[in-house]
C-alpha cells in the first residue's frame, strides 16, 4: 500500500531536529501530502504543508505519523492520540528505544516506508485519576514522592483483590515496552513486548519481601495512597504529571488502543537490548 499523506512531529528546542524537519518537507513535499504539528511549524517558515494538531492527523487522512527526536517526543505525542497512527521515529535525541532510524539514514529510510511497511503494536496502559481519564501510557505510570526523604504508604488491588500496602519512595506501573525504561532502573525485570503483562515495581520499598509483580495486561489495578498529610505525584511517560493526596486512587488497565511503531530493522528484541544497554 503506498502512503499518500504523512505527519510530522519534532523536538521544538533542537535546531538539528527542525533542520530534518525542513529537509524531509522539502524532499517529499512534491511526493506526498505532509502535515506537521503546530508546535513544529511554529519556529519554521513552511509552505506547502498542512498544519494541524497531532491528535487530528487521522482524522484528516494522515496514515503515518514521523517523530523527530527523542523517546520523549515520542511518547508526548502517542499520548495525545486515541487511536496512536503507525510511527517512525528518526533518533536526534540520546539513548532510544522507541527511536530506531539515524539521521544519516532518515530519508532513504522514509523512501522505503512509503511505499509499504509492516508495524508491530505495543499495549499502552489507559489511566483514570478518581475515576477521571488522563492520558494513556506507553512506557510507564509512576507515583512517586512530592517532596525527597518522605516516604509513602500505597495499598495495591488486582482485580479488587488487595495485594498489599507498600511503604516505599513510590511504586511504577509499567507496559513491557516501559520494562526497559524506569522500571529496569527501579530493580524490575526486562519482559519481552509479546508478552500479555503489566509490571509492578516499588521504589525502595521500606519492607524486603516488597518485590516486583508481573501480572496480566488486562487485570484492574487500583492504587490507592492511604497516609494522611503527604503529597504524591502522579507521573505518565515522564510527560505529564498530576498531584494526588490521601484517599486518591489512581486505576488502570490495558487501554483498547495500543501503539504503532513501524519496524524498520530486522533484529529482533533481544538484540536490540543487547545493542542499547551494554
Known amino acids: 500500500m503506498t502512503i499518500k499523506k504523512i ?28 502535515a506537521v504539528t503546530t508546535n513544529t511549524a511554529s519556529p519554521l517558515d513552511l509552505h506547502d504543508v498542512e498544519i494541524i ?21 515520542v511518547l508526548r505525542n502517542i499520548a495525545r492520540m486515541e487511536d496512536p497512527l503507525p510511527i517512525l521515529g528518526i533518533n536526534m535525541g540520546t539513548l532510544g528505544f522507541l527511536v530506531d532510524v539515524n539521521p544519516s539514514e532518515a530519508i532513504e529510510t522514509i523512501e522505503k516506508v512509503l511505499k509499504g511497511f ?4 505495543r499495549s499502552r496502559l489507559s489511566v483514570k485519576l478518581n475515576g477521571e481519564k488522563i492520558p494513556p501510557a506507553t512506557n510507564e505510570v509512576v507515583l512517586t514522592t512530592a517532596r525527597p526523604a518522605k516516604i509513602l504508604t500505597f495499598r495495591i488491588t488486582i482485580d479488587d483483590r488487595k495485594i498489599e500496602d507498600v511503604r516505599a519512595d513510590g511504586v511504577v506501573i509499567a507496559t513491557p515496552t516501559g520494562s526497559t525504561a524506569y522500571a529496569m532502573s527501579a530493580g524490575g525485570p526486562i519482559i519481552d513486548p509479546n508478552v500479555n503483562a503489566t509490571l509492578i515495581v516499588p521504589l525502595a ?52 488502543f495500543p501503539a504503532r511503531f513501524v519496524e524498520t530493522s530486522t533484529s529482533g528484541f533481544y538484540e536490540r537490548v543487547e545493542s542499547k544497554l551494554r
Open 7 to 34: 505527519g510530522i512531529v519534532s523536538r521544538c528546542d533542537h535546531e538539528d531536529a527542525l533542520e530534518m524537519v525542513r529537509k524531509i518537507v522539502e524532499h517529499f513535499k512534491s511526493k506526498v501530502a505532509i
Open 53 to 73: 494538531p497531532v491528535e487530528e492527523m487521522r482524522e484528516n487522512g494522515v496514515e503515518l505519523l514521523i517523530s523527530i527526536g527523542g523517546d520523549g517526543t
Open 118 to 121: 509492516k508495524y508491530s503494536e
Open 205 to 256: 520499598p521500606f519492607k524486603l519481601s516488597s518485590r516486583p509483580l508481573v501480572v496480566p495486561a488486562d487485570s484492574l489495578i487500583k492504587v490507592e495512597m492511604i497516609i494522611p498529610e503527604k503529597e504524591a505525584a502522579l507521573v505518565v511517560d515522564g510527560q505529564y504529571t498530576h498531584n494526588i493526596q490521601e484517599n486518591d486512587v489512581v486505576t488502570l488497565t490495558m487501554s483498547n
